[in-house]
Nanobody, 131 residues
Framework: DVQLQASGGGLVQAGESLRLSCALFGYTFDGFDIGWFRQAPGKEREGLAY????????YTRQSVKGRFTISTDNAENTVYLQLSNLKPEDTAAYYCAVRFGDTPFKYYSSSLLDPEEYEYWGQGTLVTVSS
């Protein structure tokens, strides 16, 4: 059974940093596409970054590129999202998710930033950024 546990959220001031962690239980990350997402109150869940299983490619959404960095530690079976220079508009619940890398996309136009393409989700960790 694939289980993900996210942690690391908290209340910070604008300009500060946080590192979110997501531990995978039951499997190793081999063969999984890994994504980080967030959902602000009243808004849709949006993809922030992913690591593709087939070739290890890392992609970060342009709007957070340079401030958010995804990384993995295979020894710890953990994926991280480093959040830097946080802004009040980054306030949201942050989620990690994985999907088996050989799962076909549901839609022709899908990408690994699309939350509907992921099968397994962590419980979310709340990040609040004060101005």
């Amino acid at each position: 059974d694939v289980q993900l546990q996210a942690s690391g959220g908290g209340l910070v001031q604008a300009g500060e940093s946080l590192r979110l962690s997501c531990a995978l239980f039951g499997y190793t990350f081999d063969g999984f596409d890994i994504g980080w997402f967030r959902q602000a109150p009243g808004k849709e869940r949006e993809g922030l970054a992913y690591k593709r299983s087939s070739d290890g490619k890392i992609y970060t959404r342009q709007s957070v590129k340079g401030r958010f960095t995804i990384s993995t530690d295979n020894a710890e079976n953990t994926v991280y999202l480093q959040l830097s220079n946080l802004k009040p508009e980054d306030t949201a619940a942050y989620y990690c998710a994985v999907r088996f890398g050989d799962t076909p996309f549901k839609y022709y136009s899908s990408s690994l930033l699309d939350p509907e393409e992921y099968e397994y989700w962590g419980q979310g960790t709340l990040v609040t950024v004060s101005s």
